[in-house]
């Protein structure tokens, strides 16, 4: 098989190494990692299973390797590729190149034994952060605003630069909360608010993620359970979190990833709240912090063992408050394992 990549999670799946400057070309059993100077000793080091080239102009040499290797065909992901870089290569060659949408993704969906590990770890060190975050907001998070509060929390998954995150943590209250990706306010934490957290952190590369919503008070932990004053809010967040463990506890290989959706929305939509659950179950996590699969309403993407997605249902209700439960889940036996 003939591909280029562009994108760094692609080009290190292929080699263990990348960077942000560089090319990858695999033409049938030959391999080329092409970057320029900054990056020589780095990649000489780390590189596996391919040449590599120092080049400053990335494109004109991979035409040039192109056309060396006299192949007719070369398979991209156009998602990755800008449109003058892309350019360079077709005015230099007269390879046909295809297009495949997600190409590197399609061939990550499943993940290896070593992938599990490292995922499992990044997620027990995400869940370990949460915990520190908790305690610092009991010492002293407690009249900070969500920009205190998102500052705090990158600090904590971080370990305070030990480890990357995998996005901006998301640290929203009350009805900053019904916006499923909140941005920051001057919304002041208090006793007895609504506090919702997506986070994760980057182990060895891959990504965890997790959300908790919790009722804010001193000594609070992210636990699954929690009470709050309202009994709204309560109705929607028991709701939440039996649609969370329903898809967990029925989730099976074999499945279409549409009927792992289901196993949320069906229970959320009876109970009244279907019009406030405006994203879809889940989604793939590993290099990238999404990836395939989709677990969505529309999705026939056949489930399989290995596989690892988030089940994350939420109830959004604007202006008032919003919820979501998520834990990452790896197909294991035919069974959702929470990680």
């Not at 993407?301 to 988030?310: A, L, R, Y």
């Amino acid at each position: 098989m003939n591909f280029m990549l562009k994108d760094e999670n692609a080009i290190y799946y292929e080699c263990g190494y990348s960077c942000d400057n560089a090319l990858y070309l695999r033409l049938g059993k030959e391999a080329f990692f092409i970057t320029d100077s900054r990056y020589t000793i780095d990649a000489q080091e780390h590189v596996r299973g391919a040449q590599v080239v120092i080049e400053r102009d990335l494109y004109t040499k991979a035409a040039q390797i192109l056309k060396k290797a006299k192949v007719k065909k070369v398979i991209f992901d156009p998602k990755e590729w800008s449109v003058a870089g892309f350019e360079v290569l077709i005015s230099k060659t007269k390879v046909h190149f295809k297009p495949e949408p997600d190409f590197s993704h399609k061939k990550r969906i499943i993940k290896r034994d070593e992938e599990l590990q490292i995922i499992a770890k990044a997620a027990k060190l995400g869940a370990k952060a949460f915990k520190a975050f908790a305690k610092e907001i009991g010492k002293e998070g407690f009249g900070k605003d969500e920009f205190a509060l998102t500052y705090m929390a990158k600090g904590a998954l971080s370990g305070y630069g030990k480890y990357d995150i995998s996005f901006d943590p998301i640290v929203a209250i009350n009805g900053n909360a019904a916006k499923p990706h909140a941005t920051p306010t001057k919304k002041r934490l208090k006793e007895g608010d609504l506090l919702l957290v997506d986070a994760g952190l980057k182990y060895k590369r891959y990504c965890s993620d997790r959300t908790r919503t919790v009722f804010a008070e001193k000594g609070f932990v992210f636990k699954s359970k929690q009470t709050f004053g309202k009994k709204k809010i309560q109705k929607a967040y028991d709701t939440v979190l039996k649609a969370h463990d329903n898809a967990i506890a029925k989730a099976r290989s074999g499945m279409k990833a549409k009927e792992v959706d289901a196993l949320t929305r069906d229970l959320i939509e009876k109970a009244g709240f279907g019009k406030y659950y405006v994203h879809s179950t889940g989604h793939g996590v590993g290099l990238d912090i999404h990836e395939m699969p989709y677990i969505a309403s529309k999705s026939e993407t056949v489930i399989e063992d290995s596989m690892v997605f988030t089940i994350e249902p939420g109830i959004y209700i604007p202006g008032e408050f919003g919820i979501r439960i998520e834990d990452m889940v790896a197909m294991v036996d035919g069974r959702a394992k929470v990680l």
